[in-house]
């Protein structure tokens, strides 16, 4: 189920003739305009019913409110994760939060990720055809690397939020990280050393 806020931009891109993810155009047109949204916050998406779910599969992007259960060890972390789920476990999953990227290395990554697509229609079926072990064996793997996180189901303190495909391009860029304990530009700049030293 698509996110109500999100339908205006979509109309509006679909009447300007940028349909999401088809070029490169569109989905530059879907980040910028995206990045602009300040109307769209953390406590609007979480009332959402209609795009929310209790569980999560491979391949597929969610947002949720996370409090980790070692978050007095780590240096800092995201509260509001936007995620692609890459692996199970019984207790939890990995996924790759593209917050912990700055907004241009994000953008390289998010292209890199199209090429994993299932069902290029960007419909419902549309999924990532991932897993840690691929992604390990990619030459770009250096965009992910600060990026993959793992997350204990008992420490998710919200319902999911599915972000279907036509709307991944708006959840990526939209300023709704939410780290502790740093700033975001301390965490990109993080991330961006990481990246380079690789």
């Known amino acids: 189920m698509a996110i109500e806020i999100f339908n205006k931009m979509l109309i509006d891109g679909v009447k300007m003739g940028q349909i999401p ?15 602009k949204a300040r109307e769209i916050g953390q406590s609007a998406l979480l009332k ?17 409110m996370y409090d980790p ?14 995620i692609f789920v890459i692996n199970k ?7 790759i939060n593209l917050h912990y990227l700055p907004h241009l290395l994000r953008a390289k990554l998010m292209d890199m ?3 994993y ?10 999924k990532l055809k991932i897993s840690y072990q691929t992604l390990n064996r990619a ?13 204990l189901y008992s420490h998710v303190r919200s319902k999911f939020i599915y972000v279907v495909p036509v709307e991944w391009d708006i959840a990526l860029f939209l300023p709704v990280e939410n780290f502790a304990k740093a700033s975001k530009t301390r965490v990109w700049r993080d991330s961006t050393n990481m990246v380079n030293k690789r």
Not at 48 to 64: C, L, N
Not at 69 to 82: G, I, M
Not at 139 to 151: N, V
Request: aromatic share 14%; charged share 30%.
């Open 89 to 95: 476990t019984a207790d939890g999953f990995l996924g």
């Open 117 to 126: 697509v299932i069902d290029p229609k960007l419909d419902e079926n549309t």
């Open 139 to 151: 030459a770009t793997h250096k965009y992910i690397q600060p990026c993959i996180k793992r997350y």
């Open 113 to 115: 990720l199209y090429n």
């Open 69 to 82: 259960k070692t978050k007095n060890d780590l240096p800092y972390y995201d509260r509001f994760p936007l």
């Open 48 to 64: 959402e019913k209609t795009a929310q779910t209790s569980r999560v599969e491979i391949g597929r992007m969610y947002m949720f």
């Open 21 to 35: 993810a088809r070029t490169k155009v569109a989905r530059d047109w879907f980040r910028d305009t995206a990045s």
